[in-house]
């Protein structure tokens, strides 16, 4: 199965190359020099592919569906794969801002892979996230060149918190792997969180048995066990949690990472009932987001995930900064000063940037069920927060 | 510390030690009687979870699927020791060491042309996928416990196999004294072979037992191996008792560590450090029981030579 998607993507990838240069023609204006180069660094091997595929195909499908375009101008979207390694990486952003002179980058996955080319791209070109968002570049070290398009780490662990809080659930177990972004987003979760936390256990990053784990949970009872657990450690412990019969005692809830449509159709009905947040949702009743999932699906053959919705989400706002410059990305003050007015229609409705141009916008909570066609979705349940900013903006001097 | 709490982390412990010592079994055993170092061991657990998957997902049945799984770890066992470990009886424990490293890359590459690099999930069939109540009150996934089963009936049949018929007599005689058994006449090659093929076959019945609990991926031999080398240090070098208490023994710890540590802690220190401490502890336990066994009784808790 994997490896008759793989075959088909590039085979798609093959089509988009051989058609860039007949779109080139069809605009005389730009053709001199070339379509406009969209850098996309992202994580296309490893563990971590599916969620990096599916950022560039959500950014691809815009492009696509405007004829090559993005604003009106043809672009080329350059992608290179960091295969979740920093040292790549920084690397393929040395060669796209210094050698190619692409002034727009996006697509980095994961923190560490952002925190290294942070330093090689902000000095050079624009940053708009589509995924990581460390909390050091939304704090202090925020800066005008880089945008973050789908969240700051914390938001999605906060908005768990605050559900969890508001149902009256008083009693949490907290799981997640040790490493610093595991540590993290407990911490995310903690700072909404106004009841008991029970435990607060931190498991091995390679670690794939929970048994030790689950039968804490039983003997502890808990009203909610909260789990960060991303790729394959979720899968492993959402099935294991339901082999254990846990499932029908106590709610599950994790952030929209650990459920979504990249690892739901692995997990199945092990999944359903579990509880997730996400600033984005599948059946969220908007116009902008019935079109992506409906093209999505149609070009793919498969739902999109949250990733793939951020991915499309930068490519629409990437455009109608280039729109409002009319392809002028070079001017940097006035492209970011484009970017930061947000000025498009984001399949998750509202949206806007705050002073540390990171977003504020609503979370949404969500239940894993299954659709009419027997599929295992997420269905949009409650408005976790409305237009919530992070924890880090007040230490951002940028202005709003 | 509930009773519930007990019973359960026990049958965890005793889950995992018994995939442990399918693992470990195989692993003395080629060390104890052909001393040969076998890293490779790890690619037939892989190979045999990933023939079973195949054959679970083409056949849609576990046990036929268990069965492929343990045959294909025999016969890639087999393949290998005619085609290449055979070759390194003679030369030292760094070439074999460095013959089979090169193996376990072959074989990950391998796997990643032949199933792709994403992981498969197996789902455990229908009729095990809930729980029973082992005791009033405590509910246990029906799988684990026929790990646990299938685990002590292998260890039953190799107790048999090795106690009770005349290739087990040569097996424990060719641990003691392999050189004296050559001289004797026995066809070294051939029980060479056969012991291999038992330790293939353990290797990817633990392997597809292990799939529908963990995934069946590339690099899931790596992580078994060096517990199943910890176990074979612990119980003693070629000793197939040996093995079933040090699997047991690390199994037992390794959950029990992770259970219980973070209770003992929380008495001593603030939540948030006891859960850090607790986690960090955890993960180095086994290690520290291999320290202990190895500074108490170095030759392992059952040496074979006793």
């Not at chain 1, 929209?256 to 359903?272: R, T, Y």
């Not at chain 2, 055979?86 to 070439?95: E, K, S």
């Not at chain 2, 612990?234 to 208490?245: D, E, F, H, P, T």
Request: charged content about 15%.
């Amino acid at each position: 199965m994997t490896i008759a998607r793989m075959t088909t993507s590039r085979r798609r990838l093959l089509g988009t190359a051989a058609a860039l240069p007949v779109l080139g023609l069809a605009a005389p204006a730009i053709a001199q020099s070339g379509p406009l180069k969209v850098g996309m660094i992202t994580t296309l091997s490893g563990p971590g592919a599916a969620l990096g595929n599916d950022i560039r195909d959500g950014f691809n499908l815009v492009v696509k569906n405007a004829g090559g375009r993005l604003g009106g101008v043809p672009v080329e979207v350059v992608v290179a794969d960091d295969a979740l390694r920093p040292e790549n990486g920084r690397a393929i952003a040395e060669r796209m801002v210094r050698r190619e002179r692409i002034q727009v980058l996006t697509g980095i996955v994961f923190s560490n892979v952002m925190l290294a080319a942070a330093p090689v791209i902000l000095p050079a070109a624009t940053y708009i996230s589509a995924n990581a968002g460390p909390s050091q570049l939304a704090g202090e070290g925020c800066n005008a060149n880089y945008f973050n398009a789908a969240w700051q780490n914390d938001n999605l662990h906060e908005a768990v918190g605050q559900y969890v809080t508001q149902k009256g659930l008083r009693r949490a177990f907290l799981i997640a792997p040790n490493y610093p972004a595991g540590r993290d987003a407990l911490t995310g979760f903690k700072r909404f969180f106004k009841g008991e936390v029970v435990s607060e256990t931190y498991t091995r990053l390679d670690q794939l048995d929970y048994a030790a784990e689950l039968a804490a949970v039983r003997a502890a009872a808990p009203d909610a066990v909260y789990i960060f657990l991303p790729g394959g450690l979720g899968i492993n412990f959402i099935k294991q949690y339901a082999a254990a019969g846990l499932r029908a005692r106590t709610p599950l809830f994790g952030p929209g990472f650990s459920f979504d449509q990249d690892v739901l159709p692995a997990v199945g009905d092990d999944a359903l009932g579990c509880f997730n947040s996400s600033q984005w949702a599948l059946d969220l009743p908007l116009p902008a987001n019935r079109q992506f999932v409906d093209t999505f699906e149609a070009e793919y053959k498969r739902l999109p995930s949250l990733y793939a919705s951020q991915g499309y989400d930068v490519a629409l706002l990437i455009g109608s900064a280039i729109a409002a410059t009319r392809g002028r990305v070079g001017d940097r003050a006035a492209f970011a000063a484009a970017v930061k007015k947000a000025d498009f229609q984001s399949v998750r409705g509202s949206f806007k940037f705050g002073n540390n141009n990171h977003p504020i916008q609503n979370i949404y909570m969500r239940e894993v069920v299954k659709d009419a066609q027997g599929r295992v979705v997420n269905r949009t349940i409650a408005t976790a927060f409305e237009a919530h900013q992070d924890a880090y903006a007040a230490q951002c001097k940028l202005p709003a | 510390m509930t009773a519930t709490l007990f019973v359960e982390q026990t049958l965890n412990g005793l889950q995992f030690g018994v995939m442990l010592f399918l693992m470990a079994a195989g692993l003395t055993l080629i060390f104890g009687i052909m001393d040969v170092i076998n890293l490779a061991h790890g690619s037939l657990y892989m190979a045999g979870a990933f023939v079973g998957a195949t054959i679970t997902a083409r056949t849609g049945s576990f046990t036929l699927g268990v069965l492929a799984g343990a045959a294909a770890g025999a016969l890639i066992a087999l393949i290998l020791e005619l085609t290449i470990i055979r070759r390194l009886y003679a030369r030292d424990h760094l070439d074999q060491v460095l013959a089979t490293y090169a193996l376990i890359l072959t074989f990950n590459e391998g796997v990643k042309v032949l199933w792709g690099p994403a992981p498969i999930f197996l789902s455990a069939p229908a009729a095990l996928a809930g729980t029973i109540e082992v005791l009033p009150g405590i509910p246990y996934p029906t799988y684990r416990l026929v790990v646990i089963a299938a685990g002590i009936g292998a260890a039953l049949f190799l107790g048999w196999l090795i106690g009770r018929t005349r290739a087990g007599m040569l097996i424990r005689a060719g641990t003691t004294n392999r050189e004296t058994v050559q001289a004797l006449g026995v066809d070294v090659g051939l029980l060479f072979a056969l012991v291999f093929a038992v330790g293939g076959a353990l290797a990817g019945l633990a392997g597809v037992m292990a799939g529908p609990i963990l995934a069946v991926q590339v690099g899931m031999g790596e992580q078994i191996l060096i517990l199943a080398f910890v176990v074979v240090v612990v119980g003693g070098l070629g000793s197939v008792r040996g093995a079933m208490a040090g699997a047991l023994l690390v199994g037992l710890t390794d959950t029990w560590a992770r259970a219980l540590l973070p209770t003992l802690l929380r008495g001593l220190l603030p939540p948030a450090s006891a859960d850090q401490v607790a986690a960090n502890l955890g993960s180095v336990a086994v290690y520290l029981l291999m320290a202990v066994v190895l500074a108490v009784r170095p030759q392992g808790l059952f040496p074979r030579h006793a």
